[in-house]
């Protein structure tokens, strides 16, 4: 392996585990080396509603304060930027969210915070009907790291009247704080953590969609 920055990390993917090994030197692993296990997960789910509905209801799923008892870890939402794009079509919107931290009493204890501050960016294509969600964590970085991405797309067997949506989550806990020496239950703790918020959000996602269903003239509630 050639020498130089680039002989100094690894990644291996195992089953739905990723393994990052950085430091130390390849020709004699046994200096340094620190392994850190990412917990990744997809999730998958079909709407049946058009794309243009389904979308909309992602956008008004914070805004409704009847869906605040259901989606009760997310505690404010501010959006921070709103920017069309005139040439490409496409609309950029970045919102800060503040959280519940993740993962289970136990963690928050140990990092000593209640809440967590995180980042959405999103970008959506009318043209091309594709939306687009990445939220990262920006505070407790020293901590733990959590991805999110979704993405709503029209379903390739009914275009018009469905939508899929692929959400993938990976969960890495750094390897020099407080939480290393448990980073896999605590990353497990957190992915099922994750997975029952995921649950809910489509709930209030199903939810809205038959609101607005309703409202456009279709199938009354």
Not at 42 to 70: G, L
Request: glycine share 4%.
């Amino acid at each position: 392996m050639e020498e130089g920055p680039s002989s100094k990390f690894m990644e291996v993917a195992s089953s739905n585990n990723l393994y990052h090994i950085c430091g130390g030197d390849f020709h004699n692993m046994s200096l340094s080396v620190k392994i850190v296990m990412v917990k990744a997960y997809t999730q998958e789910h079909i709407y049946k509603h058009p794309w243009e509905r389904v979308t909309s209801a992602s956008w008004r799923k914070f805004a409704d304060p009847e869906n605040k008892r259901t989606l009760s870890h997310v505690l404010e939402v501010d959006t921070l930027s709103h920017k069309l794009d005139p040439l490409s079509g496409k609309l950029y919107t970045t919102r800060a969210l503040t959280v519940h931290a993740p993962g289970p009493w136990f963690v928050r204890k140990i990092i000593g915070q209640d809440i967590c501050h995180c980042v959405e960016s999103t970008v959506v294509d009318a043209q091309s009907k594709s939306m687009q969600l990445t939220t990262r964590n920006i505070s407790l970085q020293k901590f733990i790291e959590v991805e999110e991405r979704i993405h709503y797309e029209p379903h390739p067997d009914n275009p018009t009247g469905w939508t899929v949506c692929r959400q993938q989550t990976s969960i890495c806990i750094k390897p020099l704080s407080a939480l290393a020496s448990m980073a896999e239950k605590v990353e497990q703790r957190c992915a099922e953590k994750f997975m029952q918020n995921s649950v809910k959000g489509r709930e209030v996602m199903e939810r809205i969609c038959k609101y607005l269903e309703a409202e456009s003239g279709g199938i009354p509630l």
